[in-house]
C-alpha cells in the first residue's frame, strides 16, 4: 500500500503540471513586483535600482492620497450596502410564511452572473445626464432634480460604488442565506417563546451565530473595494479629473500610460500590503470559533 | 388576539413589501436594457422610456450582430472559457489528488504553497505577467489569456477538490490496490466518479469566472480579433454612444449564456459560487 501511495513518478505527474503553471504565472510576477517596486524601469530596459524612492514618491504624491481615500471610501460603501441589505434580506427570506422566495432569490442573485463591462454600461445608461432611467424616473415624479451623476468629481465616487454595490449584493445575500438556514430552528423558536418579538430574536440569535459568515463576507467586500478598478476604467477613466483615482487604477495608469513600471509596481505592493492589514484586522475582531450545532 | 391579526404579523406585510422592492431595483435594470434593445431612440428618449417596447424592433439585433465583430467576440469567449474549464480542472485534480491521499515528503508545503495564492490579488501580478507573456511570445494569442486564467484559478479549485477527495475512505484505494489496479487506474476509474459532483460545481465557477474576466484580458490582449466580449463590448462604447438600441443588443446577447445558465440552474450556480466561504473561512 506505501508503495501504491508513494509511486514518485506518479506523484510528479499528478503534481508538477499545476505546480508548475501557478509558480510561473502566479508566484514569480508576485515576486517580481515586490522587486521592480525598488526600480525605475520602463518594462523594457534594464531600469535602475532606486530602493525605496518609489515609495517616498508615492507617499507625497497627491494622487496616492485620492486613491487611498476612494478605496476607503468605496470598500466602506460596498461591505456596509452589500452585508447590510444582505443580511435583512436573508432573515426576510428565510421566513417560510413569505410568498415567491424561489423568485425573490432569483431577484437578488441574477446580477451577479453579469459580466463587469454589461453592468458598468448598463447603469452608465441609468446615470446618464440627459436620458438616463435615474434623471427620467425624477422627472416622471414631477421632480426637476437633474444630475450629471458621474460627472461631479463629489459624486462620482459614491455612484461608481452603488453600482459595485448593486452588482454583489445577491452574492452576500447567497452567503448569508446558506448560513441562516443551517442555523436549527429551535434555536429562534426559544428565543420567540420567551417573547422575542422576530427581528429582535434574530439580532440577539442570529447575527451572533453569523460571526463566520460575516468575517467572509468582510475580507471579501472590504478587500474587493480596496483593489477596484474595472468600475473606474470603464465608467470615468478615474475623472472627472482624478476624482474616482484607485490603487489599482494608479497602477495602471503608471505602468500603461506613462511607462513607470516601477512606481506602478509600488503602489501594487502598497495594496497588498493594504489587503493584508485589514484582513488580519477583520481576523482579529471577529471571533474566529467555528460553530458546530 | 384575533386570528386575523396573528396571521398578518406572521405575513409580515411590511418586510414582504420591502423585499419584493428590493428585488424590482435588481431586475428592473435589466429588463429596461432589454426593452431598450428592442427600441429606437425615439420610443428611449422621449415616446416610452420606461415600459415594454410597443413594437419590438429585432433588427437592432441583427444589425449588432453583423455590423461589428460580436461573433468573433463571443467564439473567442467561448474558445478561452472552454480551454480554461478544461485545464483548470484537469491541473487541479491531479494536483487535489496527490495531495488529499498519496505519499510524499513536502506534501504539506506544496498545499501551503498553493494556498498562498488565493490572497494573491490579480491586480498586484498585473505588470509583470503583461511582461512576462511579451517576453514568452504569447502576448496577442489566445493563450496569453488562457494560461493566466488556468492558472488563477489552480489555487481555489485545488483547495476544493482537496476538501472532497479527503472525506473518501482509504479503504477504497486499498480494495484498488489489492486488485492490481495501478495509481493512475485507481485515480481515474475510482476516484474521479465519486468526485464528480465537486468537478459540476467547478465547471460552473470556472466557467463564470473566465466568461466575465475583464482586467487581464485588457492588459493581455490589444488585437480586435483576440478580444472576448467583456473587453469587446467596451469599445462599442465611443462607435455606438448614437444608437443605444443597437448598444443595447450587444449587452443583451453578451449576458445571455450566463443568465441562462443561472436560470436553468439557480441553486447549482449559487452554491458553485458560493462554495468559497466554507473552504476558505
Not at chain 2, 461573433?71 to 484537469?90: C, E, H, K, M, R
Not at chain 2, 493512475?184 to 466568461?211: D, H, N
Request: with cysteine; hydrophobic share 55%; net charge positive.
Amino acid at each position: 500500500m506505501n508503495k501504491f501511495l508513494g509511486n514518485r513518478a506518479a506523484v510528479a505527474v499528478f503534481i508538477l503540471p499545476a505546480l508548475l503553471l501557478y509558480s510561473v504565472i502566479v508566484f514569480w510576477p508576485l515576486l517580481q513586483t515586490l522587486y521592480r517596486s525598488l526600480f525605475q524601469w520602463d518594462g523594457l530596459n534594464p531600469g535602475t535600482f532606486l530602493f525605496l524612492d518609489n515609495y517616498k514618491e508615492l507617499f507625497q504624491d497627491e494622487l496616492f492620497r485620492t486613491s487611498v481615500y476612494n478605496g476607503l471610501i468605496f470598500a466602506v460603501i460596498i461591505a456596509v450596502f452589500q452585508i447590510g441589505v444582505g443580511t435583512l434580506l436573508a432573515f426576510g427570506v428565510a421566513d417560510a410564511y413569505v410568498k415567491g422566495r424561489k423568485w425573490l432569490r432569483i431577484s437578488f442573485f441574477i446580477p451577479v452572473v453579469l459580466s463587469v463591462t454589461v453592468v458598468c454600461q448598463l447603469w452608465m445608461a441609468v446615470y446618464n445626464g440627459e436620458y438616463g432611467l435615474l434623471n427620467r424616473l425624477f422627472q416622471a415624479f414631477g421632480m426637476s432634480y437633474r444630475q450629471d451623476w458621474l460627472s461631479d468629481p463629489d459624486k462620482a465616487i459614491y455612484a461608481i460604488a452603488m453600482v459595485n454595490a448593486w452588482h454583489f449584493m445577491g452574492y452576500h445575500f447567497a452567503l448569508l442565506f446558506a448560513a441562516v438556514k443551517s442555523i436549527p430552528e429551535h434555536f429562534l423558536e426559544a428565543a420567540r417563546i420567551d417573547g422575542a418579538s422576530k427581528w429582535k430574536a434574530h439580532w440577539l440569535i442570529t447575527v451572533p451565530l453569523l460571526r463566520e459568515t460575516y468575517r467572509f463576507c468582510l475580507v471579501l467586500a472590504v478587500t474587493g473595494g480596496l483593489s477596484a478598478f474595472a468600475q473606474m476604467f470603464i465608467m470615468t477613466g478615474g475623472g472627472p479629473g482624478t476624482s474616482t483615482y484607485t490603487l489599482t487604477y494608479l497602477m495602471y495608469r503608471s505602468a500603461f500610460r506613462i511607462n513607470e513600471f516601477g512606481y506602478g509596481s509600488a503602489s501594487a505592493v502598497v495594496l497588498v500590503i493594504e489587503c493584508l492589514i485589514v484582513t488580519l484586522l477583520i481576523n482579529r475582531l471577529v471571533a474566529r470559533d467555528r460553530i458546530v450545532y | 388576539m384575533h386570528t386575523w391579526m396573528i396571521r398578518l404579523r406572521r405575513q409580515a406585510p411590511l418586510s414582504q413589501l420591502l423585499m419584493w422592492i428590493y428585488a424590482v431595483l435588481s431586475v428592473y435594470p435589466l429588463l429596461w436594457m432589454v426593452f431598450y434593445s428592442l427600441k429606437d431612440n425615439n420610443e428611449i428618449f422621449v415616446t416610452n422610456p420606461f415600459g415594454p417596447p410597443l413594437s419590438p424592433r429585432f433588427e437592432n439585433y441583427s444589425t449588432a450582430w453583423h455590423s461589428f465583430q460580436v461573433p468573433v467576440y463571443f467564439l473567442n469567449s467561448v474558445l478561452v472559457s472552454a480551454a480554461t474549464v478544461a485545464g483548470a480542472i484537469v491541473l487541479s485534480v491531479m494536483f487535489a489528488y496527490a495531495a488529499a491521499r498519496m505519499r510524499w515528503r513536502f506534501r504539506e508545503t506544496a498545499r501551503m504553497y498553493m494556498v498562498v495564492g488565493l490572497f494573491i490579488p490579480v491586480q498586484v501580478i498585473l505588470l509583470p505577467l503583461a511582461v512576462l507573456m511579451r517576453d514568452i511570445h504569447l502576448a496577442n494569442s489566445l493563450l496569453s489569456l488562457i494560461v493566466p486564467y488556468i492558472a488563477f484559478n489552480l489555487s481555489f479549485a485545488t483547495l476544493v477538490f482537496y476538501g472532497f477527495f479527503r472525506t473518501i475512505p482509504f479503504e477504497l484505494e486499498e480494495s484498488a490496490c489489492m486488485d492490481g489496479a495501478s495509481i493512475y487506474r485507481t485515480f481515474w476509474s475510482i476516484m474521479l466518479p465519486i468526485v464528480r459532483p465537486a468537478i459540476a460545481t467547478m465547471i460552473i465557477f470556472v466557467f463564470l469566472s473566465a466568461w466575465n474576466e475583464f482586467p487581464l484580458a485588457l492588459i493581455l490582449i490589444s488585437k480586435e480579433e483576440l478580444k472576448t466580449l467583456p473587453l469587446g463590448l467596451l469599445f462599442f462604447q465611443g462607435q455606438f454612444t448614437t444608437d443605444w438600441g443597437a448598444m443595447g443588443a450587444v449587452m443583451t446577447m453578451a449576458s445571455l449564456p450566463t443568465v441562462l445558465l443561472y436560470v436553468f440552474f439557480s441553486e447549482k450556480v449559487e452554491s458553485a459560487l458560493t462554495v468559497g466561504s466554507a473552504v476558505k473561512g
